[in-house]
């Protein structure tokens, strides 16, 4: 099947229908053989777990991992019964405008911020479906248990060791002119979020950049995508998961070619946030004057294999790197 041959009303039923991990594990394969259609089937998937049904969201990733890469990841068992949802009009259409305008993405800040925005069409419980899905991957029960983190500053980065993970933090944040958590917490209405939800989006708000330097994903376009599979395998983070699955509908539809290109990224991100050790309870204010290759002996984090030059789009595009 053709890109010409898929409508998006058909790709529609195909995200409603979705599958757990051997429709996946065979969705991979299919794509690693060439048959047509294999990549909407792939992108189906992807979009199910995102918004219809987030309980199957490690089987369907785990069997793409085995059918694409060959091998599911090395990592902890997190399961729980799937159970039907549905697609509102308006998320559907957002995500449609989002898959067919060709200048999303060139920009990642208006990108993640309308993607963000499209969690508000979610159907009613899907929030608490997550938040439950949540507390069954390591770590989670233990992090959320402290509460909603306080905010670092850059007064206390500014403290440290430039070659330590706060002065690296410190450097990255005033170099680069970004803040020091992605998006604004309070004007969100994060903490309005069902437990644990109302901790963990604002944990990693707090924490993207972090987990960026200590895993190695850099702050490239392409490693924005793998650190979003690194972040979604870590705690099933949703938005990451809706972000991943739009830009997969995006290749399949309107960029065949990238697919492989675009599958190969978001499934070693994915591996290796599954094979790490859970991050979100470190206490990361006790480790900011250690250099972050002692931080990464001291967590188990090996630092992330990119299948492709991490650079590699902005050097097509003529773009300088960002520090870090």
Same mark, same amino acid.
């Given at each position: ?23 996946? =594990? ?6 690693? %053989?060439?048959? *047509? !259609?294999?990549?909407?089937? @792939? &992108? /189906?998937? $992807? #979009? +199910? ?63 993640? =911020? ?6 508000? %069409?979610?159907? *009613? !419980?899907?929030?608490?479906? @997550? &938040? /439950?899905? $949540? #507390? +069954? ?188």
């Amino acid at each position: 099947m053709t890109t010409a041959d898929m409508t998006w009303e058909a790709f529609h039923d195909q995200v409603l229908e979705g599958g757990g991990r051997d429709d996946a =594990v065979a969705a991979g394969r299919a794509l690693r %053989a060439g048959v *047509p !259609g294999a990549a909407f089937e @792939v &992108a /189906a998937l $992807a #979009l +199910h777990v995102a918004i219809v049904s987030p309980e199957p969201l490690v089987a369907v990733y785990d069997g793409l991992c085995e059918g694409w890469l060959g091998a599911a990841p090395d990592g902890p068992d997190v399961a729980a019964p799937p159970a039907p949802g549905s697609v509102s009009d308006a998320l559907w259409s957002g995500l449609r405008e989002l898959v067919f305008d060709p200048d999303a993405g060139r920009d990642p800040a208006d990108i993640t =911020v309308r993607t963000a925005a499209l969690t508000d %069409a979610l159907s *009613p !419980g899907f929030h608490d479906r @997550v &938040a /439950a899905m $949540a #507390l +069954h991957y390591p770590g989670v029960t233990e992090a959320a248990a402290t509460g909603v983190p306080a905010r670092f500053t850059l007064e206390d980065l500014a403290d440290c060791p430039r070659d330590s993970l706060g002065g690296s933090m410190h450097s990255f944040v005033v170099d680069n002119g970004f803040e020091l958590e992605v998006l604004d917490r309070d004007a969100l209405g994060l903490t309005d979020l069902p437990y644990p939800l109302d901790y963990l989006n604002v944990r990693i708000l707090q924490c993207h950049d972090i987990w960026h330097l200590v895993a190695d994903h850099k702050t490239s376009g392409l490693h924005e995508v793998s650190v979003s599979g690194f972040q979604m395998a870590q705690f099933g983070h949703q938005y990451s998961s809706m972000f991943l699955g739009m830009v997969l509908a995006k290749v399949a539809f309107t960029q065949p070619d990238a697919v492989a290109f675009t599958l190969d990224t978001i499934l070693t991100g994915y591996r290796h946030g599954r094979e790490t050790p859970p991050l979100l309870g470190v206490e990361w204010e006790t480790v900011w004057d250690r250099p972050i290759p002692v931080i990464r002996g001291q967590l188990g984090v090996t630092p992330y294999d990119s299948p492709y030059p991490a650079w590699i789009l902005e050097e097509l595009q003529g773009q300088q790197p960002r520090s870090a």
